[in-house]
């Protein structure tokens, strides 16, 4: 059956929206507000060119909490896992989706990460490294949010797994 991570990640998932868009923000206001922002120096006053920047600001922050906001839900609403007979299968993505398996044999070490914002939210990231698979940002199964007690319940679970097999 497939389960859906802790409500908490939306919050990880909003945050990690914040730094996205807030960094286009920072590309956007350079190539495209600066020059803007310089011609109209040369033509107005200073207060209208105030008030035009801070519109700018002001309409651009609510443009990120409004796209980090739907960013965040869409990603909640479509990121599962499920333990079945073979191994584990994450189901993930917005625009292009992506299917994992990571079979039980290949299973080395099951890792429980909590950040800050995780022991406040109460969830854990799973991180479950698999042989043959090369060192990246996450492990090859990587489950962003679950609640604390299930994590340790999933690690055990695990670990049997693997010190049957061997």
Known sequence: MKQQLHPGAIWQFRIGGYFLFGFLGIFFGIWIIAPIAAFLLNSNSASNIAGIVALSVLAYLIFVIVVSE??????????????????????????WKRYSNVPYERIQNVDIHRGI?????????????????????????????????????????LMKKITSRR
């Open 70 to 95: 739907i960013y965040s839900r869409m990603s909640y609403n479509r990121w599962f896992y499920e333990f079945t007979d073979d191994g584990l299968k994450l189901e993930r993505g917005i625009i």
């Open 117 to 157: 914002i995780a022991r406040m939210l109460g969830f854990s990231s799973l991180m479950i490294q698999t042989a043959g698979y090369s060192a990246q940002a996450y492990a090859e199964g990587y489950i962003p949010a679950i609640d604390m007690r299930h994590a340790e319940q999933i690690r055990t679970f």
